[in-house]
């Protein structure tokens, strides 16, 4: 009964996936020829600036970077089975680290520090993800718990360690991309940003491709879903989960330095807000794939958005408390209404041994 | 040593907390033949089977493959040196392909990174075509039968090159026919040079196959025997100890008055499919029903709608003269409907409860176990005792908490709290699913009095044999429909087997 149930949900899925990709297309096309002519024509005077203007655009895949790198690090780490809730901890202790290091480096060229604070910030978040997977795989300790001991660990750390009188200076600036950065609105708002957004967008691309077409990518979805097949097969589970777990570490510290090192520029306590939970919200309702991770994250940052330039345009018919709720109730109807029927990794949480 | 020897194991001993799974287990296996490894559950076959594999390692002993000698084996090496094992419970990645389940960790690449699935594909074609095992290796394994399961299974060992196949249970799952399939195939795989252990714990199968039958008890070897000199009785007795009825004593029915009338039922499943669609159905006193079926085709949803956990979608059911179609399950018990649920574990039993507390679950409420609000533990227990004195249920005490004990004990704590009572209907769902032939010998004859003693019998159960050593009148269900009812006396095994594939008996004649 039990399979049946699973093969029906399984079927419903792609259905679904195939039906949402289709609408997700028409949705795309449609919004990229209204924020032309937004752009472009007498449009613009309108309310739809506030919905498709640049600056609109700009802000949600600025908002959506964190989301999702933090996604993608629950997508590496829950694809091999471990519940990775402690994001956000890993993506404030990366940022904190980044921005340490930033700090003691700002003597050396821009560059050179901006190097060593985002290597840090992965650095930082692979430890904090070592940790996670110690206690998890060789502990064998609750994984929701051991992703709170990470949080609260993160923020008492970064909490203690902060001193207010660091001031980091500069910070990744936009680069345009070429040729590319002329394309109308797409191209001013996907191809003039900073490093760490390109090499959210990279890999976004590369990992959806190693999921499902390298070794890697195989054994890390046999691992999450029945590692005894795996483990018969020879292959090592619980290394692989040592691995993945630390690798979405890394990418949870990168979106920790985005934060610090493209974003704000500086480091406030507490400042990921939130986002690693969000993040964890835009991998469920992406069916823990990372292109669909990038989708959400991409729906989230658009609410917040969405929320500020409603604020900005001095809307007044709507209390502003209203327009504030925006981000969050997209969050939970999004949640909510795809939670049934995504399909998260069948031996996700549990500890496996092999004898 | 003799060259003909592939496999060896040698004073194979192995310790489980409380169990000794393995006793100095030794036996050899030849190339081209077919091993069967005869034992009930818990002889320790499949720990042995697992040491093997290289998934447990013994405390004590050697394992020779192609003559070589290993103390402690991985997986990995027990791959590499040929053994493969098709699991009791399939090692399937289900919402994975053929293909990408078949290579998984022996994986086919176009460069170092990724995966060469187009060659995989026609590899994986290729196997099954020189093996005659027909599949699709672009299918989701989730949406193959398991049957078909089964040869992806197989498949998945003969890629990795096994000389050695280990198949553990491998019948159990499968109907009739497709296990005379899986019998075409082994005798395939032998003429070609494979040798394969072949696990189970039913006699028919292993005369109908094996060449060479090693008996296992306890953790010890106990014998070999040759099924050209063997039968179902001197193998059933060498596997259990003792003398061994395998036929149920029983009577002629004597059928009185309907006891559950089931009208045109339909019932979903989980998912809010329907599962069970316009079956109608009498049970009377003093008979056994049998359903029979392949596991998935709507017994699970059709015993719980008759025991009131499961809503119904359409249709009537009368229990003892009331309608029940609408009533909760606790009405069903106080109908005098008993119910051995399918899965003892998630249903039957409160596993961290004591033995006493278990036996009264389904009247714990009503006096003398009850006064008002507080429960009198004196009466539970004494009760208690007396049921497990009755039933022959093995515990230390009855403050023993149910988990702990073995599962044919679990099992007959479950059929006595349920048959401990006056009764008008049982409803009983697989009920010796697991179990030693001691404990299924033991609820057979259950079953056997209760109909004697007039209560009315619904039987559910993927066992052949056992629906027709009990039924009286046998129903198939075929994706959740009454395929066919037979009347028991004169049932074949062909002809269930046909029905239970959703051959329709017209079809049958007219092919």
């Known amino acids: ?355 | 040593m003799d060259t003909d020897v592939v496999l060896e194991v040698r004073n194979i001993t192995k310790q489980f907390p409380g169990v000794l799974a393995n006793d100095h287990v030794s036996f050899q296996l030849h190339r081209g033949e077919i091993l069967a490894l005869l034992g009930e559950n818990g002889a320790g076959k499949t720990t042995l089977m697992n040491i093997i594999y290289g998934l447990y390692h013994q405390d004590d002993g050697e394992v020779f493959i192609q003559g070589e000698s290993f103390r402690a084996l991985s997986p990995r090496d027990a791959i590499t040196r040929g053994v493969g094992m098709v699991h009791q419970h399939f090692q399937l990645v289900e919402p994975m392909t053929v293909t990408e389940n078949i290579i998984l960790g022996s994986e086919v690449m176009r460069n170092k990174v990724f995966l060469d699935i187009d060659r995989a594909r026609l590899q994986v074609d290729d196997f099954s075509r020189r093996y005659g095992l027909e599949v699709n290796p672009d299918a989701v394994i989730e949406d193959l039968p398991v049957g078909i399961q089964q040869r992806v299974e197989i498949i998945k060992a003969l890629y990795r090159q096994a000389q050695i196949l280990i198949l553990d249970e491998p019948t159990a799952v499968l109907t009739p026919q497709e296990i005379e399939d899986l019998f075409r195939v082994m005798r395939h795989l032998v003429e070609q040079g494979h040798s394969i252990i072949f696990i189970t714990h039913k006699l028919k199968e292993v005369l109908a196959v094996a060449h060479r039958i090693v008996v296992m008890r306890n953790g010890r070897v106990v014998g070999e025997a040759l099924p050209a000199s063997s039968t179902q009785g001197s193998l059933a007795s060498m596997m259990v100890g003792r003398e061994v009825i395998l036929k149920v004593p029983k009577g002629p029915a004597n059928p009185g008055a309907v006891v559950l009338d089931v009208q045109n039922l339909h019932v979903c499943d989980e998912r809010g499919q329907t599962a069970v669609k316009g079956v109608t159905f009498q049970v009377r006193a003093g008979e056994i029903l049998g359903v029979a079926g392949v596991q998935g085709n709507g017994q699970t949803e059709l015993v719980e709608a008759v025991t009131g956990l499961r809503p119904l979608e359409e249709g009537r059911m009368i229990l003892a003269e009331k309608d029940v179609s609408k009533a909760p399950p606790r009405r069903f018990t106080e109908q005098g409907s008993g119910h051995i649920p399918e899965n003892r574990h998630r249903y039957g039993m409160v596993e961290p409860y004591p033995v006493s507390e278990n036996l009264v679950l389904n009247c714990y409420y009503t006096t003398p176990f009850a006064r008002g609000w507080v429960r009198d533990y004196a009466a539970i227990d004494a009760y208690a005792t007396h049921l497990i004195e009755l039933f022959d249920v093995r515990t230390p005490s009855i403050a023993t908490p149910a988990g702990n004990l073995s599962g044919g004990n679990q099992q007959k704590m479950v059929v006595a709290r349920e048959l401990g009572r006056k009764i008008a209907l049982l409803v009983a769902a697989q009920p010796t699913r697991g179990l030693d032939v001691g404990s299924i010998e033991f609820i057979h004859g259950q079953i056997v009095k209760q109909r004697d003693a007039g209560v009315a019998v619904l039987l559910v159960s993927s066992e052949l044999d056992e629906i027709m050593a009990l039924a009286d009148r046998i129903i198939v269900m075929y994706k959740g429909e009454i395929i066919g009812e037979v009347d028991a006396a004169t049932a074949t095994r062909e002809q269930l087997g046909l029905l239970m594939a959703g051959v329709r008996p017209e079809q049958a004649e007219s092919a």
């Not at chain 1, 209404?337 to 998260?344: A, E, K, L, N, Q």
């Open chain 1, 1 to 355: 009964m039990n399979t049946a149930n699973k093969k029906q949900n399984g079927r419903n899925l792609s259905a679904l996936m195939r039906l949402t990709s289709r609408w997700s297309w028409i949705v795309v096309v449609v919004l990229f020829t209204l924020a032309v002519l937004v752009e472009r024509t007498a449009l613009g005077e309108t309310w739809l600036r506030v919905f498709l203007g640049k600056s609109a655009l700009n802000f949600a895949l600025r908002a959506a970077v964190p989301l999702t790198l933090g996604a993608l690090s629950g997508v590496i780490c829950e694809r091999s089975g471990i519940i990775n809730i402690g994001i956000e901890g890993m993506m404030l202790a990366g940022a904190f680290g980044a921005f340490v290091v930033k700090v003691k480096t700002g003597a050396l060229p821009l560059p050179i520090s901006l190097f060593l604070a985002t290597m840090t910030a992965l650095l930082v978040g692979g430890v904090m993800a070592y940790l996670h997977a110690l206690l998890s795989i060789r502990y064998k300790v609750n994984q929701i718990i051991s992703g709170t001991v990470i949080i609260t660990l993160a923020t008492g750390l970064t909490t203690y360690f902060f001193n207010p009188d660091w001031i980091s200076k500069g910070k990744f600036g936009d680069i345009a991309i070429p040729l590319l950065s002329k394309i109308p609105v797409l191209g001013e708002v996907l191809f003039s940003n900073g490093l760490i957004t390109y090499m959210m967008l990279i890999l976004v691309v590369a990992l959806q491709v190693l999921l499902f077409h390298s070794q890697w990518g195989l054994r890390t979805r046999a691992i999450g879903e029945h590692p005894r097949a795996a483990d018969t097969m020879g292959i090592n589970v619980n290394r692989m989960r040592y691995y993945n777990t630390i690798i979405g570490g890394m990418l949870a510290g990168l979106g920790g330095a985005f934060l610090v090192l493209e974003a704000v520029g500086q480091f406030k306590e507490g400042m990921t807000a939130g986002r690693g939970f969000i993040s964890l919200a835009a991998m469920i309702f992406g069916n823990w794939t990372p292109v669909g991770a990038f989708g959400a994250a991409l729906l989230f940052g658009y609410s917040q958005a969405l929320q500020n330039e409603l604020l900005l345009a001095g809307v007044t018919s709507v209390p502003r408390h209203f327009i504030s709720m925006l981000p969050y109730v997209v969050t939970i109807v999004a949640v909510t209404g795809f939670v049934g029927r995504t399909r998260p990794p069948a031996a996700e949480g549990q500890v496996y041994e092999s004898e």
